[in-house]
């Protein structure tokens, strides 16, 4: 026996091969490229074939690009992934702590279970009216001509919504002081519109530290709020109360920690991404004026100018689909991140330990491979049956899977109900000076607002 085979070989467990993708520089890997443009580099390195291996300094990253391999990282492969590095920077922990979006394993579980009663559809319809309610109060403050930032209003009135349907009316105070530090909070983020992120970020500049300082003010009206309402006892029938109330099989309840952290999740969570799919959906409108014809018939036709009730969901049909098509073509939520927590197998190749695997909304909704016209804006193509054509993740808004976003009735439902509401009364002209521009950073957002002129429905 000669002395190299006397020698144990040490093999990988898979012997599936790695997948193609770009070298990248020696050091930064393809950062520079995806830092200058990311909607592009994620666009062009298809090219490369459905999984594809890049590395962002001492990270590995594979993107992946069709849709049976989506569903294997977020559905039936998904014990072999836990969400992404990029999800665990200080920075974001420190104001969602260990709320729904960042937990893991039987924590995760047992938090989902006791908060998804608060989300079945029978409750969520109770918030119609406040949607409905919340939205008429707020164009009575448009004046016909006025020019206005609608993404600016339409985080707004998402934000007073979704405070008011955790927390209800008692804290209407609070909520207004809650928005105005949440909005200063959500900056260092947008600053840093990079997977930079993805390195801790410990200095302790001024920047920092206001930031740290406003988490902390959000955390003392939270937690008084919680207080408030244990010491009252009372169902105020809001997210809060059900929070409160959900009890595990052994009767255990959440702490006010664990409350604090799904609050702030759901405060986060449950407005911006929202407030973008209406933002896109009112420039969408805006630049086609044959779909925005046929919107305001079917609002003429279901309401005849009385305001919408969750009872007109059924019929609010064409409405349903532009909220749809807007969230195919500006998908609000752009990518969703996982990391191997051992070594597995996506699409015939390799994933070592520890590669962090993205697939890309922005991408795959985009795909001619499963949408004819990819880039126009068509809600008409969201027939009945079009469930049955389209591979399941070819179109992926909410995620998938275990971690499918707990509020995708919440937010279909604020959608529909927001764009009838207000196309009902008015409609939007975009602003010919702005120049309308995306921003990918967590979230999918304009880049300077979407500046528009109120005119009224004649
Ligand atoms: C158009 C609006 C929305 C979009 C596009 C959206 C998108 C998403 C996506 C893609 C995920 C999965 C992330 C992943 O797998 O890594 C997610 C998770 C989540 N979303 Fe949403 N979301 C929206 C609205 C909401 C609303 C209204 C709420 C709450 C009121 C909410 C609460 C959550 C929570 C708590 C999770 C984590 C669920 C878990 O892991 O158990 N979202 N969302």
């Known amino acids: 026996m000669s002395k190299a085979e006397a020698l144990p070989v040490k093999r990988p467990a898979s012997q599936a091969p790695l997948p193609p993708g770009p070298k990248g520089s020696l050091i930064m890997g393809v950062m520079r490229e995806f830092n200058r443009d990311t909607l592009g580099f994620i666009t062009r390195l298809r090219d490369y074939g459905d999984v594809v291996r890049s590395r962002f300094l001492y990270l590995h990253a594979y993107f992946l690009y069709n849709p049976s391999d989506i569903e294997a ?30 937990s893991e394993g039987d924590f995760w579980r047992r938090q989902r279970r006791l908060a998804q009663p608060a989300f079945h559809r029978q409750r969520i319809s109770s918030y119609g009216d406040v949607m409905v309610q919340y939205t008429e109060r707020a164009i009575d403050t448009w004046k016909h001509g006025e020019r206005r930032d609608i993404a600016r209003d339409m985080t707004r009135l998402t934000l007073e919504i979704v405070v008011k349907t955790l927390f209800n009316s008692d804290v209407s105070n609070d909520a207004d002081h809650i928005g105005q ?13 990079t997977l930079k992120w993805i390195l801790d970020n410990r200095l302790p500049t001024p920047g920092h530290r206001r930031y740290f300082n406003a988490v902390s003010e959000i955390d003392r009206i939270v937690f008084r709020i919680i207080a408030e309402r244990r010491a009252s006892g009372y169902d105020e029938g809001d997210l809060l109360s059900m929070l409160l109330q959900a009890q595990d099989d052994d009767g255990t309840q959440m702490t006010d920690a664990q409350l604090r952290d799904e609050v702030m999740t759901l405060f986060l969570a449950g407005h911006e991404t929202t407030a973008l799919a209406l933002s896109w959906s009112w420039y969408l409108l805006a630049t086609h004026p044959d779909a925005e014809t046929k919107f305001h018939e079917e609002l003429d036709e279901v309401l005849g100018g009385r305001a919408p009730n969750v009872s007109d969901l059924p019929k609010l049909t064409y409405t349903e689909m532009i909220a749809k098509e807007s969230m195919r073509l500006y998908p609000p939520a752009y990518a969703v991140g996982r990391e191997a927590l051992e070594e597995t197998e996506i699409g015939g190749f390799r994933v070592p330990k520890g590669t962090q695997l993205f697939a890309f909304q922005w991408v795959t909704h985009r795909d001619a491979r499963y949408f004819d016209e990819p880039d126009a804006f068509k809600p008409e193509r969201w027939t009945p049956d079009v469930a049955e054509r389209l591979p399941k993740y070819a179109y992926f808004p909410f995620g998938g899977g275990p971690r499918q976003c707990i509020g995708n009735y919440f937010a ?17 002209e975009l602003d010919p000076e702005h120049k309308v521009e995306v921003l990918p950073v967590l979230s999918l957002r304009p880049r300077n607002g979407i500046k528009v002129i109120i005119e009224p429905r004649i």
């Open 73 to 102: 990282l977020l559905t039936t492969n998904a014990k072999s992934y836990r969400k992404a590095r990029s999800l665990r920077s200080p920075f974001f922990y420190r104001l969602v702590g260990n709320g729904l979006v960042t």
């Open 412 to 428: 279909m439902m604020e959608i529909v109900l927001l764009l009838a509401t207000i196309g009902q009364r008015v409609r939007f």
């Open 181 to 193: 530090i949440l909005t200063g909070l959500v900056k260092p983020f947008a600053s840093q519109a």
